[in-house]
C-alpha cells in the first residue's frame, strides 16, 4: 500500500497537532502548514479577530474555502483548526486531500497544556475545563467520523510523532 499524499492532523485544540505536526514534517522531510495560521496571513487578522469581529460563522466559511484547496496539495504535513472537521463536507474534502488522523487526549490535560493561552476564544472564563468538555461533547460526533485516532496523553512529542509515521507508513 502506497503512503498517502498529506498527513492532515485534527481533534480539539491542545491536543498537539501542530506541535506533533512539526515534528512529523522535519522526521519526513515535508513541509508543515497550520490552517489557523495560514488564515490569519491571508486575512491579515488573528483568529479571535476574526471571531470577535465577524463571528464563528464568517470563520467557519474561510476554513471550508481552505478544506477544498487541500487536494491538491501535497507531501504536506497539515495541523487543522478544531472545528474545521464540524462540517461533513469539510470532514471529505479532508479524507480525499490525505491521511487524517484526530489526537486527542482528556480535558483537563488540555486544560493544563492551554492554561496560558490567551488566543482561544472558545474557552475564555471561569471554568476552562467545562468549557471544553462542553465543545468536545458537541463535537464528538464530528471527530469519531474520523478514519484514525491519536490519543496524546501523558506521552511525548516525539512518542506521538513517532505513532503518526507509522500510521502514515502502514498507509493507513
Known sequence: MSTPKNIILCGFMGTGKSTVGRA?????????????????????????????????????????????ELAVWRDVVIATGGGIVLSPVN????????????????AEEIAARLAHATDRPLIRGDDPVGAIRHLMNERAEAYAALPYHLNTAGGTIEEAAARVIALWKAGG
Not at 483568529?47 to 471550508?64: H, L, Q, T
Not at 471529505?92 to 488522523?101: D, P, Q, S, T
Request: include cysteine.
Open 24 to 68: 512529523v514534517a522535519a522526521q519526513i522531510g515535508w513541509r508543515f502548514i497550520d490552517t489557523d495560521h495560514l488564515i490569519e496571513r491571508r486575512t491579515g487578522r488573528s483568529v479571535s479577530r476574526i471571531f470577535e469581529e465577524d463571528g464563528e460563522p464568517a470563520f467557519r466559511a474561510i476554513e471550508a474555502r481552505l478544506c477544498t
Open 91 to 106: 470532514r471529505a474534502n479532508l479524507v480525499r486531500a490525505g491521511m487524517v488522523i484526530c489526537l486527542e487526549a482528556p
